[in-house]
């Protein structure tokens, strides 16, 4: 299934749609939604829910947005609930614009289903306490969010950040998945989980 990549924002998050024939889902929202809700629209899809990866206000920006157009639900997990009410979720640091608020449902690790398409929701914090990964095995694609990048891991400096798990959801994790799997990832290029193993300079197989 088509996923369609938007990198929207102040920090060009990747916001994504991923689709069949009638209906979709979304993964982060991290700007202005319009041309995402074109997207829809020109496909004559409909969006059926918003899947975050994590609570950070640079992935947030289009979710009220979006779902108030869409009436879709959104969908985070409840282990990021202790950044809802920070900076980190809410906006603000670093001169950045405030997030619109929004309200959501708890998506838990383990089996999800979405359109008919089996998800594995991946518990994969260290960048947030909560974070997760979307594993979707019949596409043979992960959305990773901001734990696994093209050739870089994301950052462990923020509020309830933790390098040692963000480590090991990396290699311990998303590292299981099947080498062809191909990595949607929070911002910048798409990579494979075998290059990544490979190659990525934090974490590849030729470290010791
Ligand atoms: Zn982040």
Same mark, same amino acid.
């Given at each position: 299934?088509?996923?369609?990549?938007?990198?929207?924002?102040?920090?060009?998050?990747?916001?994504?749609?991923?689709?069949?024939?009638?209906?979709?889902?979304?993964?982060?929202?991290?700007?202005?939604?319009?041309?995402?809700?074109?997207?829809?629209?020109?496909?004559?899809?409909?969006?059926?829910?918003?899947?975050?990866?994590?609570?950070? $206000?640079?992935?947030?920006?289009?979710?009220?947005?979006?779902?108030?157009?869409? #009436?879709?639900?959104?969908?985070?997990?409840?282990?990021?609930?202790?950044?809802?009410?920070?900076?980190?979720?809410?906006?603000?640091?670093?001169?950045?614009?405030?997030?619109?608020?929004?309200?959501?449902?708890?998506?838990?690790?383990?089996?999800?289903? $979405?359109?008919?398409?089996?998800?594995?929701?991946?518990?994969?914090?260290?960048?947030?306490?909560?974070?997760?990964?979307?594993?979707?095995?019949?596409?043979?694609?992960?959305?990773?969010?901001?734990?696994? $990048?093209?050739?870089?891991?994301?950052?462990?400096?923020?509020?309830? #950040?933790?390098?040692?798990?963000?480590?090991?959801?990396?290699?311990?994790?998303?590292?299981?998945?099947?080498?062809?799997?191909?990595?949607?990832?929070?911002?910048?290029?798409?990579?494979?989980?075998?290059?990544?193993?490979?190659?990525?300079? $934090?974490?590849?197989?030729?470290?010791?």
């Amino acid at each position: 299934m088509p996923v369609a990549v938007f990198p929207l924002g102040p920090l060009q998050a990747n916001s994504h749609i991923l689709h069949g024939h009638t209906q979709a889902i979304v993964v982060d929202v991290g700007g202005d939604p319009a041309p995402m809700i074109k997207y829809l629209h020109t496909h004559q899809l409909s969006l059926t829910a918003i899947c975050l990866t994590h609570r950070h $206000f640079d992935h947030l920006y289009g979710v009220a947005a979006l779902a108030r157009e869409t #009436g879709a639900p959104v969908y985070v997990s409840a282990g990021d609930d202790p950044l809802a009410e920070t900076e980190s979720a809410k906006g603000g640091m670093w001169g950045f614009p405030l997030v619109e608020p929004f309200e959501s449902r708890p998506l838990a690790p383990g089996k999800a289903s $979405f359109n008919g398409m089996e998800c594995e929701v991946l518990a994969t914090p260290g960048h947030t306490p909560g974070g997760i990964s979307l594993y979707f095995p019949s596409e043979k694609i992960v959305f990773t969010g901001d734990s696994l $990048f093209y050739r870089s891991l994301g950052r462990t400096d923020f509020p309830g #950040g933790d390098q040692a798990q963000l480590m090991h959801s990396v290699t311990e994790v998303l590292f299981k998945l099947p080498g062809e799997t191909v990595v949607y990832p929070g911002h910048g290029p798409l990579s494979t989980i075998g290059d990544e193993r490979a190659n990525n300079p $934090f974490c590849g197989e030729f470290l010791p």
